[in-house]
């Protein structure tokens, strides 16, 4: 249950009744209620500890942040790892405290009104410290990864493995939901797929606690199979909007196109399975055959993740590669969508501090092996001035200072969500009330939320450059003004966002 001396040392064994837990009336966060908080706790804080993190969640819960993400805590070796080469699944990182320290971390979230989520991988084992193969055939014969070695899924032992890990993180560490990495990579030949059996053992569990529990998997794209999830990770906002605000950096390996956006806004989605391909009407009147757009609301979706900053080879965030209005504009579009918004920890400051990939392999020949395959991954991309992911500086550099912060970015964001908040008490923001429009040309895009009583218009310009002429608010329709990402301005302009009501009583109860 502890690795106190990492994936090579002895293991120790752990009282997992040694806590005294004091969140007893806590049930949970609905998934309506979802904003989600992606956090590595390494680089959180400046000793990237569960206890150092402690102080900040206030913080969040300010920000308008119901939930927090943990990316993976399984072992995995070294000093520092962003956590997917996992090896020790039942035993929480060294590096960031004891086990009971992961318990109050847990706690002290309840206790304030955060969920606790945590990131599970279960489609490959880490490639070093994997003693599971030594115990018994762990690793598939017929299946590989890019990351290392599969999961034997089609042996009762692993599957049972795999499902007794998802319930120890919900029992062991009273955790409010999984994200389950990359399914498409979790091989099984069986009848019944591991994905089902996972569900299955959740839902019982459910069935005997009072937390609202949340199973969602990452996909990339759009899963017609996992609707029976609570909610699926899709990207397709989060790439097209980055088709426009970087057009040369592509972060992954399917092609968005610049007026794509328009119609993820409409629909929520561009790519679908099998072999992520772009929907068409037929696939779409097959995914949805009663017509409904319910599904976005089961969406998870964000501006940023770990893994579009981490995959720019200087680990970049969004507003470095275009500007902070851009970011300000784009985070309109999500945090006021009805999809489950996710955020990037430090994009609500907009830091500076880079989030480059990182791990401390204890072999040579593995730090060497991902210091150049990482390169040879991305061959296209500039990797001038970038960082070695065995590079101490590559983790230390994620860790923001009181200097790169911006207070203005953080209380946009603060304000968005507190729009949010109000508009699903009210009823209006959810995806029965939404009508989008768009002009791909000028990148102009505009969510309608129209219920009797009230008119929601989130109106943005991700365009940037001094041709895009501004649009007068009087030819928008701009009524009662909630919001300006350019304060003081008299229309929409270029990288703009702008928030407005057309009832006055719904602008006087939101105190921004």
């Given at each position: 249950r502890f690795q106190p001396l990492g994936v090579h040392g002895p293991s120790e064994i752990i009282d997992s009744t040694s806590y005294d837990w004091t969140d007893e009336q806590w049930t949970g966060v609905t998934k309506r209620d979802l904003v989600i908080y992606?956090?590595?706790?390494?680089?959180?804080?400046?000793?990237?500890?569960?206890?150092?993190?402690?102080?900040?969640?206030?913080?969040?819960?300010?920000?308008?942040?119901?939930a927090i993400e943990l990316m993976p805590l399984a072992q995995s070796p070294g000093k520092w790892n962003w956590g997917y080469d996992g090896v020790n699944f039942?035993?929480?990182?060294?590096?960031?405290?004891?086990?009971?320290?992961?318990?109050?971390?847990?706690?002290?979230?309840?206790?304030?009104?955060?969920?606790?989520?945590?990131?599970?991988?279960?489609?490959?084992?880490?490639?070093?410290?994997?003693?599971?193969?030594?115990?018994?055939?762990?690793?598939?014969?017929?299946?590989?990864?890019?990351?290392?070695?599969?999961?034997?899924?089609?042996?009762?032992?692993?599957r049972e493995f795999v499902t007794d890990n998802t319930l120890y993180w919900i029992d062991e560490f009273h955790l409010d939901g999984l994200r389950l990495d990359a399914v498409h990579?979790?091989?099984?030949?069986?009848?019944?797929?591991i994905l089902a059996e996972i569900q299955n053992v959740f839902r019982q569990?459910?069935?005997?606690?009072?937390?609202?529990?949340?199973l969602i998997a990452e996909t990339n794209i759009f899963d017609s199979e996992l609707s029976s999830y609570d909610a699926i990770w899709s990207d397709c906002m989060m790439h097209s909007i980055y088709k426009i605000a970087a057009p040369n950096l592509?972060?992954?390996?399917?092609?968005?196109?610049?007026?794509?956006?328009?119609?993820?806004?409409?629909?929520?989605?561009?790519?679908?399975?099998?072999?992520?391909?772009?929907?068409?009407?037929?696939?779409?009147?097959?995914?949805?055959?009663?017509?409904?757009?319910?599904?976005?609301?089961?969406?998870?979706?964000g501006l940023q993740t770990h893994d579009a900053v981490g995959n720019h080879p200087q680990g970049l965030r969004i507003d470095q590669q275009s500007s902070r209005h851009f970011q300000k504009a784009a985070s309109a579009l999500v945090l006021l969508y009805p999809s489950i918004p996710l955020i990037f920890m430090g994009e609500e400051w907009a830091t500076q501090a880079p989030f480059p990939f990182f791990a401390d392999f204890e072999s040579v020949e593995l730090r060497s092996a991902v210091d150049h395959g990482r390169r040879a991954e991305y061959p296209d991309k500039d990797w001038a001035g970038s960082v070695l992911p065995s590079d101490p500086l590559a983790f230390?550099?994620?860790?923001?200072?009181?200097?790169?912060?911006?207070?203005?970015?953080?209380?946009?964001?603060?304000?968005?969500?507190?729009?949010r908040k109000e508009g699903i008490a009210a009823g209006w923001l959810n995806v029965d009330c939404l009508s989008s429009t768009s002009n791909t040309q000028s990148h102009h895009y505009r969510l309608n939320y129209t219920r009797p009583e009230i008119e929601i218009h989130i109106c943005v310009c991700l365009a940037s450059g001094e041709q895009i002429r501004p649009i007068p608010f009087a030819t928008l329709g701009v009524k009662e003004l909630l919001l300006d990402s350019r304060p003081g301005s008299t229309g929409l302009q270029a990288e703009h966002a702008l928030v407005w009501s057309s009832s006055a009583r719904q602008a006087s109860t939101l105190t921004l």
């Open positions: 992606e956090m590595h706790i390494g680089s959180y804080s400046d000793a990237g500890t569960y206890q150092a993190a402690i102080p900040k969640l206030p913080e969040l819960v300010e920000l308008g942040v119901t039942f035993a929480p990182r060294n590096t960031f405290g004891r086990p009971d320290d992961l318990k109050h971390f847990v706690n002290c979230c309840h206790n304030i009104g955060l969920a606790v989520i945590l990131d599970v991988v279960y489609n490959h084992i880490g490639p070093e410290g994997n003693y599971l193969n030594e115990f018994a055939p762990y690793a598939s014969p017929r299946h590989r990864t890019p990351w290392g070695d599969a999961f034997n899924l089609d042996e009762f032992h692993v990579y979790m091989f099984d030949e069986q009848e019944r797929h569990y459910q069935s005997i606690t009072n937390r609202k529990l949340h592509q972060l992954t390996d399917r092609e968005y196109l610049h007026d794509d956006l328009s119609q993820i806004l409409e629909l929520g989605y561009v790519f679908c399975t099998p072999q992520a391909t772009r929907a068409t009407d037929v696939v779409r009147a097959k995914n949805h055959p009663e017509n409904s757009r319910q599904y976005i609301e089961s969406l998870v979706v230390l550099c994620t860790k923001s200072a009181p200097s790169q912060l911006d207070a203005d970015m953080h209380n946009w964001y603060r304000q968005l969500l507190l729009i």
